[in-house]
């Protein structure tokens, strides 16, 4: 019984290792984040609402596409970066394209917000941030 079970075992092993994940029809790519170069913020918000906020930021090819946002919540302090999808394995153009992205913002708290949009490094590697801070109104 035990010597069934190592057979099956093992025959299973290999058919698992044989296999490959990636495959040779799947695109390569990999993400990378680009720094925002404008932001489309309100002045204020209203408790309850939500809002739109759109960023800029430049696409350096064609093989760039938008993913998603980073987005990282801590009390009244948001930050936002832009996340793409760069596919390596196409040809690509290599003109810079100024893109926007959007997304929604729910004032859930009185006070005032405060967003940090990535806008890239300094020569020391430290980050830099477009800083806005929204107050909520009544």
Request: glycine share 4%.
């Amino acid at each position: 019984m035990f010597m069934n079970k190592l057979i099956v075992y093992c025959a299973l092993l290999c058919i698992l290792m044989s296999c490959s994940l990636s495959g040779d029809d799947e695109p390569n790519y990999h993400f990378e984040v680009l720094p925002i170069e404008s932001v489309e913020i309100p002045d204020t918000f209203t408790l309850g609402e939500t809002y739109p906020i759109t960023v800029s930021y430049f696409k350096p090819s064609s093989c760039y596409t938008f993913n998603d946002f980073y987005y990282l919540s801590e009390l009244n302090e948001r930050t936002v970066a832009v996340i793409n999808t760069v596919f390596d394995d196409q040809v690509c153009t290599q003109a810079l394209e100024l893109t926007d992205a959007t997304f929604n913002f729910k004032v859930i708290s009185n006070g005032s917000y405060i967003f940090k949009f990535w806008q890239g490094e300094d020569e020391n590697g430290e980050d830099l941030y477009y800083t806005v801070e929204v107050p909520v109104v009544d």
